[in-house]
Structure formats: structure tokens, C-alpha cells
């Protein structure tokens, strides 16, 4: 069974701050994603990437960045946290195949205060 | 880029009968329509999805239908049951092979009445 590993549950940071949110596949998928999730909005994409080192922008990747150093690990950095950032974060994975499905993890639910 | 409408947003019905949820898509390259159903608190999880090449799957009280001359697909829940209840995403994109980020409906929060 497909393996997606979010490090935090819950995470509180302050406005300004640097935070960094990681996310492990265990499955060697190529395909990693970022998603944030609002009441209302449904998910929406942040940024996503294809290979180790390389990452392409979503539909909202202002005040986001991600990185890809290994194949596993997808880790998604907010360099100055803001307020209007506080949501739930989900990561997903998937086979680079033509229509493969996504697994998602548990999701981080950030407040910045 | 690619716009997703979904419908209802909300949607009750009485235990055992059909639930229908209606999405519609903008761009005619999208080829990849996920389902997604997320409980309260949970991840979201793939429940069924449809290629471009196909017009309707079943898996057992689960169908999905596509119009792609209309641009529209459908989820079709039968003998719905309380485990039912949750809020359901569909999702598009086109799928070339690459990374493909889905573009998601905004949710259907499906109440099952006992």
C-alpha cells in the first residue's frame, strides 16, 4: 500500500517566520505534489514536481517554494510565513504513467499567528 | 489553465436511494477525471476515475460518466449507505505521461438521512 508521510499534523509558526513542511514517499514514485485545501475552495495546487531537482509551478505558488533533493522527499517552504497561508497542506504522489492515480497524505494543518 | 465546476455543493438524500454529483470542465485537452472522497479529518482517497477514451465505469455502487462533448462527468452513487457521508472532490487534467497537477472541483458534502 502506497505510503505518503506528512512530518506534522498540526504545526503553529508566527508571521515572518521561515516553515518548512516535508512529505516521504515510500512507493519510488516520480510524481510529487503540493495541494493546500480551504473551506469552500476545494484543493487547490501549489507546485509539483516530475523528477529530483525539478519542480514546476501550480495554479498558486506565490510565497511558496518547494524541494526535490532525493526522489522521496518533497519539502514545501514558506520563506516568510503569513497569515493568509493558514490551511491544511496535503502532499500527494504518483507513477509518471499517463493517468495514475494520486495518494495523498494526511495533511498539515498550518496556523500562523 | 483548467476551471472545474462542481454540483451540488451540498446534497442529502435518504439512505438507499441514488446520489447523482455533476462536475463540468473548461479545457478539451484534459484527458484524466479522478474522484476523490475525504471524510471528516482524513486524506482524500481516489474512489474511481475515467479516461478521456472511455464514457462511463462502474465499480460496484459507483459509476463515473463523461461527456466530452459537453465537458462534463458524473459520479453516480446507488443504494447510498450512512458510510456514504462524506465530501467528494472530482478532479480533471491532462495526463501526458509527465506530472500531472489535478485541478479539483470545490466539493460536494453528501449527507446520508437514516
Known amino acids: 500500500d502506497v505510503k505518503v508521510t506528512q512530518s506534522s499534523r498540526y504545526l503553529v509558526k508566527r508571521t515572518g517566520e521561515k516553515v518548512f513542511l516535508e512529505c516521504v514517499q515510500d512507493?519510488?514514485?516520480?510524481?510529487m505534489f503540493w495541494y493546500r485545501q480551504d473551506p469552500g475552495l476545494g484543493l487547490r495546487l501549489i507546485y509539483f514536481?516530475?523528477?529530483?531537482?525539478?519542480?514546476e509551478k501550480g495554479d498558486i505558488p506565490e510565497g511558496y517554494s518547494v524541494s526535490r533533493e532525493k526522489k522521496e522527499r518533497f519539502s514545501l517552504i514558506l520563506e516568510s510565513a503569513s497569515t493568509n497561508q493558514t490551511s491544511m497542506y496535503l502532499c500527494?504522489?504518483?507513477?509518471?504513467?499517463?493517468?495514475?492515480?494520486?495518494?495523498f497524505g494526511d495533511g498539515t494543518r498550518l496556523s500562523i499567528l | 489553465g483548467e476551471n472545474v465546476e462542481q454540483h451540488p455543493s451540498t446534497l442529502s438524500v435518504q439512505e438507499g436511494d441514488s446520489a447523482v454529483i455533476k462536475c463540468t470542465y473548461s479545457?478539451?485537452?484534459?484527458?484524466?477525471f479522478p474522484w476523490y472522497k475525504q471524510e471528516l479529518g482524513k486524506r482524500p482517497q481516489l474512489i474511481i476515475d475515467i479516461r478521456s477514451n472511455v464514457g462511463e465505469k462502474k465499480d460496484q455502487r459507483i459509476a463515473v460518466t463523461l461527456n466530452k462533448t459537453a465537458k462534463h462527468f458524473s459520479l453516480h452513487i446507488t443504494e447510498t449507505q450512512p458510510e456514504d457521508s462524506a465530501v467528494y472532490f472530482c478532479a480533471a487534467t491532462y495526463s501526458g505521461g509527465g506530472a500531472d497537477g489535478l485541478t479539483f472541483g470545490k466539493g460536494t458534502h453528501l449527507i446520508i438521512q437514516p
Open positions: 500527494a504522489s504518483s507513477l509518471a504513467d499517463t493517468g495514475q492515480p494520486q495518494h
Open positions: 514536481s516530475y523528477d529530483v531537482k525539478m519542480k
Open positions: 512507493m519510488d514514485h516520480e510524481n
Open positions: 479545457d478539451s485537452a484534459s484527458n484524466y
